[in-house]
């Protein structure tokens, strides 16, 4: 059965950093561009970004810019969100997504289980 899964969240103080990886199951990433979203309670899924199969290019949200990265591993098969700087607003559930070949929107192929972060002195 195909499955992506995030991991790495946790509780972090503000100015603090973390990255959460992201990594399939029963279908290869490497040909899948990989999206990162988060929600938080009482809002829409909110997209952070993507990045394409090859990982020369990456799209960010206003929100995130400077301050979150996405890249991928040398094999392109797992991919992370960077997180720098964080305020107790980023804290919300991130979920990462797969799409075969292209970025886009938030029609994707497939969807992580999600991962808390929690922002909190």
């Known amino acids: 059965q195909a499955q992506l899964a995030e991991s790495g969240g946790g509780l972090v103080q503000p100015g603090g950093s973390l990255r959460l990886s992201c990594a399939a199951s029963?279908?290869?990433?490497?040909?899948?561009?990989i999206g990162w979203f988060r929600q938080a309670p009482g809002k829409k899924r909110e997209g952070l970004g993507c990045?394409?199969?090859?990982?020369?290019?990456?799209n960010y949200a206003q929100s995130v810019k400077g301050r979150f990265t996405i890249f991928r591993g040398d094999d392109k098969n797992t991919g992370y969100l960077q997180m720098t700087d964080l305020n107790t607003e980023d804290t919300a559930v991130y979920y990462c997504?797969?799409?075969?070949?292209?970025?886009?929107?938030?029609?994707?192929?497939?969807w992580g289980q999600g991962a808390q972060v929690t922002v909190s002195s």
């Open positions: 029963g279908f290869p990433l490497v040909a899948y561009a």
């Open positions: 997504a797969a799409r075969l070949r292209s970025c886009g929107g938030y029609d994707y192929n497939y």
């Open positions: 990045i394409y199969r090859n990982g020369d290019y990456v």
